[in-house]
């Protein structure tokens, strides 16, 4: 094992200092540094060592990817705990490390004094991705207690913006942008889920970065419980992005021989956004349990009927969907138990005698004999107080003590860490898997945890349902492995790549209007491609907002992602059916492109017009969308950029049916756009990238499609 070892992978670096014992060091993450023969590597360390001055110790102060205070670094450690006391900061001492083998390096540490073992992941992926994980393990003859393990990793001084984002129900995922200063900026998440408002993405970049350009290095921590990323600058010129499981007071105390292991810690680097997002969809897309076949086209029952089920109604929507080219059926809440509003019911995972006398059979056989797949809403972690469930084991509910959590969209937390709460939802889900064709299920996880702990003791319990949630969905794969599942959480509120190497797609929002899902869309595809987006069509007016869309909006904004529909279609008007038919074409048409395909957003200076798009790996072919978000101060609005088509070769550009209809007064008055004709324009796409082609005007929230297909 060399002392410097530096991986490369898709233009990237990443070089590792493993000198002396102490843990390693990364000396430099970026832009693909070329070959470095030893020497050179040497000459690497040497030129980026700091002046040894003004440290809190003599000499300059190393910062591991586990930093210490022993090695004199002040600023948030890397582990925090402590025995009794005791042993609060740590002085590991490397004894091997194994590889790199494939871009993964494997660190063995301990501290003898401390009675601690460490072992560290430290990986290069071949999309790009830096990937880093850490088992602390207590080898002392007492307990251990574990507060916090944070993972870091250097970033340099031109680092100056960061984006987060902030979100609340309906308004998943929205921006912040601000200056990265002296200190620490903190993000925690204590909802004990991935949470509306969690930092997702947590970006450090150049100034003024944007989707095409800037330097940006950024962090995802893959965790569905609490967590917590931070970035830290100190006055010694380092600057660290930092992140890992928030753990509650109490909630891991080793045992002697026992071991914690923290989240995988995820970080791209990229010039733009849209390369630092393109790793972790290359990534995503590279593992053996992403989906493989074509996302098949969803209508979903819940806003076209809510808790009426009545057969006759359900087959008549299901008549509806498959004329108009939907391929999956999803039979939402209320068909169990006594569930005929939210108030009751949660739990009683039975077919409803009173709603289903002859059960589902009726249903399933009515929607498979349409040719389509059948599937189910379910919210296996949570229980109705008003359920014969909470009646019969009222101890299976999460509570700090004898105190029972205030109750939340009338409901409280199923302690599936409990054997027996586990072993029941597990033998319902399986028999209602074994008994019906079920090949879907939407999985629905509708409030924070609050007082979340382990009964009798009350000990704090977030970790242990998370990992129960996990093993559960674990062990529902392995015995159905040909269901898919989606992650809902009150909407988008469970969104990480922990859950997602456990579900097939999430669900991006309860709010399907089209004009807040521009937003929430794009930046849910800022770490996950489209194929595991749940992108829907709704009816005319959005049941969230009260605004009204034309339906050409409403299927264009669902086009990318997985598309469905959520509509009452037995009352949609012809026009509107018809429409709906083109866009369920187009989107299988596409859906080979969109779902394999580099996501891209262009940079445009009007903050009205957005240019969003997917081209092809080999830059064969293109789609974007040129939408219009509100009114322009400008009119004809101008030039829009194409980004992402191969600079030297040569494009036929043309309106893309049924998005190739402007809707605005320029089109109304008979004054046509010049190249906006079936035949279009043919240009390098160089020139489409640089110049681009003039937008169509259109009215507020609107907007057309292009094609792009090199020639």
């Keep these: 094992m060399a002392d410097v070892t530096h991986l490369r992978a898709a233009g990237v670096s990443l070089v590792l200092d493993f000198s002396g014992s102490t843990l390693p060091r990364v000396r430099y993450w970026g832009a693909e540094l070329g070959e470095l ?87 290069l992926t071949p999309s790009g991705l830096v990937r880093q ?107 660290l992005l930092g992140s890992g499981e928030l753990l509650l007071s109490g909630e891991v105390v080793l045992a002697p021989g026992e071991s914690y292991t923290s989240p995988w810690q995820y970080a791209s680097y990229g010039h733009g956004l849209d390369e630092v997002s393109g790793r972790f969809h290359r990534y995503m897309r590279s593992r053996p349990s992403h989906p493989k076949s074509p996302r098949p086209v969803v209508v979903n029952t819940w806003e076209a009927v809510y808790f009426d089920h009545d057969l006759g109604r359900l087959k008549a929507l299901a008549d509806a969907a498959a004329l108009v080219g939907a391929e999956r059926f999803v039979l939402d809440d209320g068909w169990f138990g006594s569930r005929r509003d939210d108030s009751r019911g949660l739990g009683d995972w039975y077919v409803s005698d009173e709603v289903w006398p002859d059960g589902l059979k009726p249903l399933t056989d009515h929607v498979t004999g349409l040719g389509m797949q059948f599937g189910i809403w379910v919210e296996p972690e949570m229980v109705n107080p008003d359920s ?53 299920l939407k999985w629905d996880h509708n409030r924070d945890l609050v007082d979340a702990g382990h009964r009798p003791t009350g000990r704090a319990g977030v970790r242990g349902q998370t990992l129960a949630t996990y093993r559960l969905l674990d062990e529902l794969r392995r015995r159905h492995p040909t269901v898919e599942i989606e992650s ?155 980004p992402g088509l191969s600079p030297d070769r040569s494009y036929h550009v043309r309106p893309l049916a049924p998005g190739d209809v402007p809707d605005g007064n320029a089109d109304n008055w008979g004054v046509r756009l010049p190249w906006w004709t079936p035949e279009g324009v043919t240009l390098p796409g160089r020139v489409l990238e640089n110049a681009g082609v003039q937008a169509p005007v259109q009215y507020p929230e609107r907007l057309v499609l292009v094609r792009a297909t090199a020639v």
């Design 488 to 642: 809902c959480s009150s909407g988008g509120a469970r969104v990480d790549l922990e859950i997602l190497e456990r579900t097939d797609r999430v669900w991006v929002s309860d709010c399907i209007d089209a004009l807040e899902r521009q937003s929430m869309q794009r930046w849910t595809n800022a770490l996950i491609p489209l194929e595991l987006m749940g992108t829907h069509v709704g009816s005319g007016t959005s049941h969230t907002t009260h605004r009204q869309h034309p339906i050409d909006f409403r299927a264009g904004t669902a086009l990318f992602g997985h598309f469905g529909i959520e509509w009452d279609l037995t009352k949609a008007s012809e026009e509107d059916l018809q429409r709906l038919t083109s866009w369920v074409a187009l989107y299988k048409e596409l859906r080979p492109l969109l779902h394999t395909g580099v996501s891209v957003h262009g940079d445009h200076a009007d903050p009205a017009i957005e240019v969003h798009g997917v081209v092809a790996e080999d830059g064969s072919d293109g789609v974007f969308a040129i939408v219009a978000l509100a009114t322009s101060e400008f009119y004809p609005p101008g030039a829009v950029r194409l």
């Design 37 to 123: 023969d030893p020497g050179e590597l040497d000459a690497v360390l040497l030129a980026q060592a700091p002046h040894p001055i003004g440290f809190s110790v003599d000499g300059a102060v190393d910062v591991a990817v586990l930093p210490e205070q022993s090695a004199g670094w002040l600023g948030t450690p890397g582990i925090i705990g402590n025995r009794g006391g005791r042993d609060f900061s740590t002085a590991f001492r490397v004894v091997s490390v194994d590889g790199p083998v494939a871009g993964r390096s494997v660190v063995h540490a301990v501290d003898e004094v401390a009675g601690l073992g460490l072992e560290l992941v430290i990986e």
């Design 133 to 239: 994980r850490a088992v602390l393990s207590n080898t002392g003859s007492s307990e251990f207690a574990v507060d916090a393990v944070n993972l870091t990793l250097p970033v340099p001084g031109q680092a100056v913006e960061i984006l987060d984002f902030t979100g609340r129900w309906t308004r998943e995922r929205s921006p912040l942008r601000t200056r990265w200063t002296q200190g620490l900026r903190v993000r925690e998440n204590r909802t004990g889920r991935t949470g509306y408002d969690s930092a997702y993405l947590f970006a450090a970049g150049t100034a003024g970065f944007d989707n095409r350009s800037g330097e940006i290095w950024a962090v995802h921590t893959a965790w569905s419980g609490n967590h917590r990323t931070f970035a830290e600058k100190t006055y010694h010129s380092v600057s």
């Design 388 to 440: 014969d469930l909470a009646r019969a084991h009222p101890d299976w509910i999460m509570a700090a003590g004898d105190r029972l959590p205030g109750p939340a969209r009338r409901q409280q937390v199923l302690d599936l860490a409990r054997p027996e709460a586990f072993e029941y939802i597990l033998e319902r889900l399986d028999d209602l898997l074994s008994t019906y064709p079920v090949s879907y």
